[in-house]
């Protein structure tokens, strides 16, 4: 069973830099097929894809926050990240990540990690 | 894309019928013949779960209670006889277009 896990921490300072990483169980991130990406959930605007990334570092991101995100992977590890940079409390959000296919959507999710931003 | 999702709450009666709308504002028909929208379950403090892909494909455990429809710009996650185990928050997603775009969601309680 493919499962995924947030880690990272729970708080940011506005201005500073999200880092969170998933780690995967269950299945080799470099084998292809999957894409394996971030999503997240805030009160005020619902659901966002921020981005998702190929075994091979190909990353994509959503237009919205393109400039301020970085996705990586690290297949040795089985872990792919995520950095926002400059963040606001308009980042306060449930952070997700997940398997996802081009077109599909999700199939397997993390439990999700909470992250506020707050000086 | 913007999927408008309804409605963002839902009174279901046990052993009733019981479905949510997601409508998008352009066609979800992909190059390839498919329509990618797929609709999840999240229960409180846990993951969410996906109950159909591709418009009306199930998941493997999923009831068969749960279906999905739709073509073009309008969708349906329906389940047939509202259980206790289905209060949860239900969402719908496209994959046709870049960047995949989610619904906002339905809170589905027992009324």
């Known amino acids: 069973q493919v499962q995924l896990q947030e880690s990272g921490p729970g708080l940011v300072k506005p201005s500073e830099t999200l880092s969170l990483t998933c780690t995967v169980s269950?299945?080799?991130?470099?084998?292809?097929?999957?894409?394996w990406g971030w999503i997240r959930q805030t009160p005020g605007k619902g659901l966002e894809l921020i981005g998702s990334i190929y075994y091979d570092g190909s990353a994509y991101y959503n237009p919205s926050l393109e400039s301020r995100v970085a996705m990586s992977v690290d297949t040795s590890k089985n872990q792919f990240a995520l950095r926002l940079t400059s963040v606001t409390a308009a980042d306060t959000a449930v952070y997700f990540c997940?398997?996802?296919?081009?077109?599909?959507?999700?199939?397997?999710w993390g439990p999700g990690t909470l992250v506020t931003v707050s000086s | 894309v913007v999927m408008t999702q309804s409605p963002p709450s839902l009174p279901a009666i046990l052993g009733q019928p019981a479905s949510i709308s997601c409508k998008s504002n352009q066609s979800l028909v992909h190059i390839d013949g498919n329509t990618y929208v797929s609709w999840y379950q999240q229960r409180p403090g846990q993951a969410p779960r996906r109950l159909i892909y591709k418009t009306s494909y199930r998941e493997s455990g999923v009831p068969d209670r749960f279906s999905g429809s739709g073509s073009g710009t309008d969708f349906t996650l329906k389940i047939s006889r509202v259980e206790a185990e289905d209060v949860a928050f239900y969402f719908c997603m496209q994959g046709t277009h870049w960047p995949q775009t989610l619904g906002q969601g339905t809170k589905v309680e027992i009324k």
């Open positions: 997940a398997r996802l296919g081009w077109n599909d959507g999700p199939d397997f």
């Open positions: 269950g299945y080799a991130i470099y084998t292809s097929s999957y894409y």
